[in-house]
């Protein structure tokens, strides 16, 4: 059994911008997929659910914590090693325009999996290779091999790009948003691809904002939030009983074709630009169903600023440097996750 | 009605010709309506919004007109409509995200709006924005900051707020929501519904490929393929009891909230939509229809089949002839001008 597990992984970015600093992009994330599973990493812009992927594919190496691959480290791959572990583990991305050169025909991304993996394999086995894996994707190899990227539409981009994945022996794909550049009517074929590619057993990392697109694929989901954990246990059970208050609040906002908002008219709340005033009222003592959508961004900015202050306390000054290891887990203390019920478990209010 | 839009016809110029985007496109929008148009990309959707505000050098227009408030609308004559612009009809552009400056402060820019239109009674104008800012949670000191200051969601209200600050006949909001995250999704959203009912817009159109936003916010939804309208209604009518076999597949592909893979198998639309080079004669959706006949090849009128549900397809109308003669007509429903929740 081939799994990939997270040990309490954090990453910090250092920011460029003026007064410097660090932006905490995942704190301790722990989890594990299995194959066979498909988990949907749900959060908003900022929550470091593409941090996640970029973890798992190596392109990002985590400030702490480690990622075991069938219980090895994937920091010790190097070379041949780590060409081996990208034969299992591959990745799909959001924007399938921007994945191909458009200079060449699209099929070269193929021809480069084969010149790095398989260059003694025969041209017919090959060919017979693409016709499976496009087969698998339920595309027709005369509408799409030797075009290029233009003539193709952006359905069919994605499915070629994971058929890329598939030519290879993967066991791990990271699918990072891959639809939400998608026309709805293309999407749901994607969407069902993923459904039968998990049950010949490959283990899919489903990355999006959509709780729609996430709840009808996965088995289990997680729902990140400022880098952390703050729910996670089965699709069915964190969708019919979410228990942490901004879970209530995503569910709340999702908009659906049969019902309404419930439209409250908007207050004249005074909050300013950098959310620092009067955010911290919003929250405290009222329950989710306050969580209107103003005091609800101005919340999110408010949370912002309390990781950002206990940065500041543990490097000093605005100028932060990072200089060992445990003074960065201080900084980065995620809530703590109880158990609600099994397979479900919630995190501490922060 | 604020605004009549009457076989409008948009084409963009191409070296190998041109080639009709928008083709025969009528519809009307009464005082106080947000229609929501939706579609594939490449359907002639944003052509469409766009056209009403601003025709860029590459798009003409090869017929119909436009109307609001009763005045013609030139669209075509651009220096004509300079004054029209933000006083009567107003855009939010797509990827209105990336649509500030980052050289100027939002105050500079909204004082630079104000200055080409000529506004004598800006301090009136300025307070009137600050009530604004207030109104959905943004304190005026956004005023003195830079647009990459702000987050996404701020930027995406910021722009709205500029592009109505002369309270517009009509608004044009191209994909307002679809860069945001939910929560600012809703937020936007319900933005646009005040800032209706508060009469800073007379009324909008909202531009979008998502349909469950746009049965939040809109009062009737149009469904736009390959250039023309296929189907227009209420909104609770086009997501309820679509007609035109487009709908019914486009709204089948759409997953919702509680749905999963091992209960519902949601199904796409196969098929890819026509080249507007070269459309086919007949309707456009023939090729990936399930219902196609013969009759499907002459192009169908978008007519009329009950009070206020258009649509365009000849299975719809057929059935709607048959039950019309056999006398079990639907009785007549007002198209709501406002729909409150």
Known sequence: M???????????????????????????????????????????????????????????????????????????????????YYRHVQGVFQDPFSSYNPIYRADRVYDLVRSSYFPKVSDLEWSAKIEAALDAVALNPGDVLGKYPHQLSGGQQQRLLIARALLLDVKVLVADEIISMLDASTRVDVLNLLVKLKRQGLAILFVTHDLSLGNYVSDRTIILRHGAIVEMGATEKIFSNPQHDYTKMLLTAVPELHKKWQHAALDPVAVSANGAAAAGAGLNGKGAAALSHATMLDEITHAEQVVKRDLRAVFGGGRAVASGKSQVAVALEPPTLHEFEPDHLVAEPE | MSVNVDKLSVAYRSHRGDVTAVDNVSFSLADGEIMG???????????????????????????????????????????????????????????????????????????????SHHIKDREAVLTELKRRLEL??????????????????MRQRVTIIMSTLLNPSLLVADEVTSALDVSTQRAVGEMLLEFRDRGYIKSAIAITHDLSILAQIADSIAIMYAGRLAERAPTSVIVDNPLHPYTQALLNSLPEVGVRHDQVTLTGIPGRPPSLMNPPAGCRFRDRCPFAFAKCTETPAFEEVRPGHMVACWKVSQEHADTATAGHGQPAAKLPVEEQV
């Open chain 1, 2 to 84: 081939t799994t990939l597990k997270l040990d309490q992984v954090s990453k910090l970015y250092r920011s460029t911008a003026r007064g410097g600093g660090l932006t905490p992009a995942l704190r301790k994330v722990s989890f594990e997929l299995k194959p066979g599973e498909v988990i949907s990493l749900i959060g908003e812009s900022g929550s470091g659910k593409t941090t996640i992927g970029k973890v798992l594919l190596r392109l990002v190496r985590p400030t702490s914590g480690t990622v075991t691959f069938d219980g090895k480290d994937i920091a010790s791959y190097s070379g041949r090693g780590l060409k081996e």
């Open chain 2, 37 to 115: 148009l939706a579609g594939e990309s490449g359907s002639g959707k944003s052509t469409l919004g766009n056209a009403l505000v601003y025709l860029d050098p590459r798009m003409k227009a090869t017929g119909g007109n436009v109307t609001v408030d009763g005045k013609d609308l030139p669209i075509s004559d651009n220096n004509a409509m300079r004054h029209r612009r933000m006083t009567e009809v107003s855009l939010v552009p797509q990827y209105a995200m990336s649509a500030l400056t980052p050289t100027r402060k939002i105050g500079k820019l909204i004082h630079d709006l104000l200055k």
């Open chain 2, 136 to 153: 959905i949670g943004l304190k005026d000191d956004v005023l003195s900051k830079y647009s990459f200051e702000l987050s996404g969601g």
